[in-house]
T-cell receptor, first 114, second 115 residues
Framework: GDSVTQMEGPVTLSEEAFLTINCTYT??????LFWYVQYPGEGLQLLLK?????DKGSNKGFEATYRKETTSFHLEKGSVQVSDSAVYFC?????????????FGQGTILTVHP | DTGVSQNPRHKITKRGQNVTFRCDPI?????LYWYRQTLGQGPEFLTY????????KSRLLSDRFSAERPKGSFSTLEIQRTEQGDSAMYLC?????????????FGPGTRLTVT
């Protein structure tokens, strides 16, 4: 079945450091790829998405590129802020028989210190 | 613009009791999803509706769980004879059914604690 594997956390960085959170997936179809973020005490918010190979999703300084050959969608940000502290979830929508549902990774906790 | 809303936000119940949660999707969205999230894990899919039709149910959705979306607007998720293992955050999401990405927008969740 479909699955998503995320880099284990927690990740602790100093402000302005470079961030990478790795995400790889297994899917039977041609999935759309997503990153969701969950800030403390809030619900899941869509951060960015990509729907086909080599697409780059970007939002709020975060980027991720759809790499079909390596089945990966790593999240990056050049300079993190304290306000980026949250839990980040990679997710796929594989279509086909799993049409409609999202399959999530286990989440990566990011803490950014001043 | 109102997002997805869920009620109640918190529910504490005793084992064996029945509970019902409500989800109101974004008004123009015709798809509605339920997920369950336990501590330290990502959300897991439970079921989804397109309009009033329930199109897919996860094996996680035991016979004690039932979901409805009677008029294709709000949805309810009922858990009968709750067990301690049902303690989790129950998330609702909605989306439009067009294009290829089917972006889902999530509500704040209902946190269930079974004592």
């Amino acid at each position: 079945g479909d699955s998503v594997t995320q880099m284990e956390g927690p990740v602790t960085l100093s402000e302005e450091a470079f961030l990478t959170i790795n995400c790889t997936y297994t899917a039977t179809g041609y999935p759309s790829l997503f990153w969701y973020v969950q800030y403390p005490g809030e619900g899941l918010q869509l951060l960015l998405k990509a729907t086909k190979a080599d697409d780059k999703g970007s939002n709020k300084g975060f980027e991720a590129t759809y790499r079909k050959e390596t089945t990966s969608f790593h999240l990056e940000k050049g300079s993190v802020q304290v306000s980026d502290s949250a839990v980040y979830f990679c997710a796929i929508n594989a279509g086909g028989t799993s049409y409609g549902k999202l399959t999530f990774g286990q989440g990566t906790i990011l803490t950014v210190h001043p | 613009d109102t997002g997805v809303s869920q009620n109640p936000r918190h529910k504490i119940t005793k084992r064996g009791q029945n509970v019902t949660f409500r989800c109101d999707p974004i008004s123009e969205h015709n798809r509605l999803y339920w997920y369950r999230q336990t501590l330290g894990q990502g959300p897991e899919f439970l079921t989804y509706f397109q309009n009033e039709a329930q199109l897919e149910k996860s094996r996680l959705l035991s016979d004690r769980f039932s979901a409805e979306r009677p008029k294709g607007s709000f949805s309810t998720l009922e858990i009968q004879r709750t067990e301690q293992g049902d303690s989790a955050m129950y998330l609702c999401a909605s989306s439009l059914a067009y294009g290829g990405s089917y972006e889902q927008y999530f509500g704040p969740g209902t946190r269930l604690t079974v004592t």
